[in-house]
């Protein structure tokens, strides 16, 4: 099993940054069976979404509303990921959750999910 467990939310005004954590944990073996990691987010009366996602090796997708401001990292030594968000917009509050997959096939079925942390940008 893994855990993963983010941070880094919060209420920003509009134009401003934000960045978010997520910590994975668990076996060894089940952390080095993790590929995909990223960040899905759901906002009130709206279907969770897919915001960004990045391969063990590095390779990077980015939902279209948010290329260009967002941008997603990974350090595989401390099993973490990182959502660096610039240019904020309200459009962008939700709840932010880390997602991890395992195998191929991206970041489309999470096998593990986070708690969610809340970004709130006022205008």
């Known amino acids: 099993q893994v855990q993963l467990v983010e941070s880094g939310g919060g209420l920003v005004q509009a134009g401003g940054s934000l960045r978010l954590s997520c910590a994975a944990s668990?076996?060894?073996?089940?952390?080095?069976?993790?590929?995909?990691m990223g960040w899905y987010r759901q906002a009130p009366g709206k279907q969770r979404e897919l915001v960004a996602s990045?391969?063990?090796?590095?390779?990077?997708n980015y939902a279209d509303s948010v290329k260009g401001r967002f941008t997603i990292s990974r350090d595989n030594a401390k099993n973490t990921v990182y959502l660096q968000m610039n240019s904020l917009k309200p459009e962008d509050t939700a709840v932010y959750y880390c997602?991890?997959?395992?195998?191929?096939?991206?970041?489309?079925?999470?096998?593990?999910w986070g708690q969610g942390t809340q970004v709130t940008v006022s205008a």
């Open positions: 997602a991890a997959a395992l195998g191929v096939g991206g970041l489309q079925k999470p096998q593990y």
């Open positions: 990045i391969s063990r090796g590095g390779s990077t």
């Open positions: 668990g076996t060894l073996f089940s952390l080095a069976s993790i590929n995909a």
